[in-house]
């Protein structure tokens, strides 16, 4: 039995389609919520950058002023070294201290203390002690 080439052909342009969707497993990716609590005393917004030791940033949103506002990190990475960064709406550049992140962690910052946590995930998200 012989499979027609339109079949192959159909077969090798639909396979990568449905591999690249997106969709179904989030196997191997990291998830880590970050609270920022933007309790500076200049108020105004802050933009929230997350960066790796590699130097490779992303963007994870804004922080109103005297807000506390939760991100969900995903990574790749099981584990790694990063930096947060807060931009604030003068141009002042607040970076936290280094930290690690792994499966089941989860990050709180304080903005105007500059004080960073590496906590159990359920304590950021609510759904632990």
Not at 51 to 63: I, Q
Not at 105 to 126: H, M, P, S, Y
Request: glycine residues 12%; proline residues 5%.
């Amino acid at each position: 039995m012989t499979i027609p080439r339109w079949i192959l052909a159909l077969a090798l342009l639909v396979l990568p389609a449905c591999a690249s969707t997106g969709e179904g497993s989030d196997e191997g990716t990291l998830h880590v919520p970050i609270q920022v609590e933007n309790d500076l005393t200049a108020r105004g917004d802050v933009t929230i950058r997350i960066v790796a030791s590699n130097g490779a940033s992303a963007f994870l949103g804004g922080a109103a002023p005297g807000s506390a506002r939760i991100f969900d990190y995903r990574e790749g990475m099981f584990s790694g070294n990063y930096r947060l960064t807060a931009r604030t709406g003068d141009g002042r550049v607040i970076r936290s201290r280094p930290f690690t992140l792994f499966p089941g962690a989860g990050v709180i910052w304080q903005l105007q203390r500059n004080v960073l946590q590496v906590v159990d995930a359920e304590v950021v998200t609510g759904l632990g002690p």
